[in-house]
Each structure stands twice: as structure tokens, then as C-alpha cells.
């Protein structure tokens, strides 16, 4: 830790404590080992295709509240979305849900996180999306809802508040929020938590199937960073006989780092036989046991029934928006091939809470999580940010406040 004039302060406080035997009262409580402004910055999408960087006054922070510094948050397929067409009539919204921060002043009845975890003021912590209809919230028992119930952090109306999004310098976490303590993370594993939550759900999805093993055979299609991500849980899990299926072979060589076992190019194969032919070919010579697709392109849904050996299972969860229709063939692609089909979309707070620790685990194990961040941009440049995301230059790209 630093030693900054505050933390000075705190540490003499805390010696003249120990001498005296009593306690000196402190000016604000909990005290706060930083100076907080008066004013934060906030990154407001006030038209399409654009931000503005709007200074707003810090709230009081009410008992319930939490005041948080950003340390940074990932640009997400959504905050694109908005970007760009504003599906949801939100702006102006401050925008950004995968950020993570830390705690700089709370109200004295916030004790413990979501989980209940302790809290206290310095900790790290993110925030969560869940769906207040999801039955899985009650099995654990981490049934508080995000600001009223439907509603995230990043994709709130404005309001009085305006410190409702984590592209900003500092986020007002209201009473009642689902907010868990993560200090036992870095800084880009905090930042891929909300990404990775989407994974861990998918793997969960995967598993009801019953046909997923240590010794399955695998194909993730698509390498984007939910396909990467994909594998990475898969290898957490001890299933390592993957193939991983996209046009670029950049991507392609990035799931080969991430544990896939062998790749396919899809561009050097003309037609389905052909490629289903590669896959098998990865496999010595099978088909897949198991196949997880990442993609939003309604041909690849199409495609991949090709690449299931008979009585297989199939997750698709590339689909996070409306892509559009896809065509199979319900007789050859699903039943008479007895295709153990599941869906897979967003995360429970279960999923959200488990993926703290599959994160621990692919550190332990030596997955390159952290080279998923490939672009790192200051708030002032949020709009060359989504710039970059758009033209899908890289693949995570994240805000990092200094
Ligand atoms: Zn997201």
C-alpha cells in the first residue's frame, strides 16, 4: 500500500489509539483513506454514437449507500448496442455494467455484500445484473434485486442521482443493490467477471445435459471473447479435448493458447461437408460429444448440428440479441440424431458468485485471462473506445481510470 498523507494520518490515529487506550473520534465514519471530490465525472451517451464527459455533485451517501471509485469497466456487446441504434430509448444514460471499483464511503447499516461477505470501506467490489423472475437466486439464497429488480448498473434511466453508470470516475451503489466484495481479485480479473459470469451460467447450462466429461469431445465455435472464455472454463473443469471453430486465425491461434486442443479454420473449407469433414478430422476421427455456440451468425447455429455426433449435446448461446432466423432440418439436425439441445442467457447470482472463483482457478492453472483485455483507453477517450470495438479490432476493451 501507498503511503499517501491519508493513510499516515491513520496509522498514527491508530498508534496514539494503542497508547491511550481509547478511541479518537474520526471526523467522518467510516473514515475514508482518500479524499473524496465533490464532483464526479460521468461518460453520458447523450446521442447515438456519441458521449459526453458531464460533471455531476456527489450525493450524500444515505445508510444503505455506497459510494464507489472506478478503477475500470469493459465495454460490453450491450453498451454497443446502445451506442450505436439505443435499443432500449435509454438516452442520455451513463452506461458501463463490468466495472469494478473501490469503496470509498458507505452508510453505517451496509455490513456485508450479497453473499455476506464483510464490507468495509478500501475493498474492491462489483456490481450485478440479475433477473428478478430466476428462480436459481432463491437456491441461494441471494435473492436481493439490483435497484428495484430488472434494472443494472450501466443501463439505468437518468435520474437525480446521475452516478448510475461505471463509466465514470465514482458510482453511487443505492440501498438494496446486489454488490459483492471481490479484493481477493486484480483489477482485470474484476473487469472480466461479468463476461466470464455469462460462461460459467453457459457450463452450468451444458452440464444438465449429463453428457459433458472429463473426457468429452468438444467444439466452441466462434472465438470472440465468449468463445475464449468458454474454453477457459471448460479447462478449469478438466475437459480438455476441445476444437475450437472460427475464420480467423488469429482468434484461432489465441483458443489453442486459451487449452483448445486443435483448430478449424472455416475459410478454408468450402461447404458443410467439408468442414463437419475437418472437425471430425480434429477428433481422430469422430464427431463432437458436446458443442458450444458462440456465435451470433444464424448459419453457424445452422451448421453446427453437423459437427454432434448421435445423441449429443448442443448449448447455444450466441445469441444475446434477436440475430435473426436459422434454418435446420428438424428431422436429420435434432431428432433422429437425439440432440440434447439447451439455451443459455446472461447469469444467476449463483453463476456470478461461482465465477470469482473459476477466475482464482484459471489464474492457478495458468490460462491467459488477462491478455483477453486488449485495449485499455482512459475515460476521456470512451468514444475512440467504442470505436475500437466496433470495428472489432481487438477483443476485450476496457476504460482504465488512472
Ligand atoms: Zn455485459
Known sequence: ???????????????????????????????????????????????????????????????????????????????????????????????????????????????????????KVGDKVVTCMIFKDDPDIEMFDLNKKNVGGADVYGLLPDDDIHLNGWFSDYIFIREGSSVFNVSDLDLDSRILIEPCAVLVHAVERAKTTGILRFNSRVVVQGCGPIGL????????????????????????????????EKSVNFMEYKGIE????????????????????????????????????????????????????????????????????VGSWVYTLRDYATTFDFLKRAQAIGLPMKELITHRFPLEEINEAHETNLAQKGLKIAIVNK
Open 1 to 119: 500500500m501507498e503511503m499517501n498523507s491519508a493513510n499516515v494520518e491513520a496509522v498514527v490515529k491508530q498508534v496514539l489509539e494503542s497508547m491511550l487506550d481509547k478511541k479518537i473520534p474520526s471526523s467522518s465514519a467510516p473514515a475514508s483513506s482518500q479524499a473524496i471530490p465533490k464532483t464526479a465525472h460521468v461518460a453520458m451517451l447523450t446521442s447515438l454514437g456519441h458521449y459526453d464527459i458531464k460533471e455531476f455533485p456527489i450525493p450524500e451517501v444515505g445508510d444503505g449507500d455506497i459510494l464507489v471509485k472506478v478503477e475500470g469497466c469493459g465495454i460490453c456487446g450491450t453498451d454497443a448496442h446502445e451506442f450505436k441504434k439505443d435499443p432500449f430509448g435509454l438516452i442520455p444514460v451513463a452506461l458501463g455494467h463490468e466495472g469494478t471499483g473501490e469503496i470509498v464511503k458507505m452508510g453505517k447499516n451496509v455490513k456485508t455484500d450479497s453473499a455476506g461477505k464483510p464490507l
Open 229 to 260: 472464455i468458454c474454453i477457459a472454463v471448460l479447462r478449469t473443469l478438466g475437459v480438455e479435448n476441445i476444437v475450437a471453430v472460427d475464420g480467423n486465425p488469429q482468434r484461432l491461434e489465441f483458443a489453442k493458447k486459451m487449452g483448445a
Open 274 to 341: 467439408a468442414l463437419s469433414a475437418a472437425v471430425k478430422d480434429a477428433f481422430g476421427g469422430h464427431l463432437a460429444d458436446f458443442a458450444f455456440q458462440c456465435t451470433g451468425s444464424p448459419a453457424a447455429h445452422s451448421n453446427i448440428y453437423k459437427f454432434i455426433r448421435n445423441g449429443g449435446g448442443l448449448c447455444e448461446l450466441g445469441f444475446f440479441i434477436n440475430g435473426g432466423d436459422a434454418t435446420i432440418n428438424p428431422h436429420f439436425d435434432l431428432c433422429s440424431k437425439e440432440i440434447n439441445l
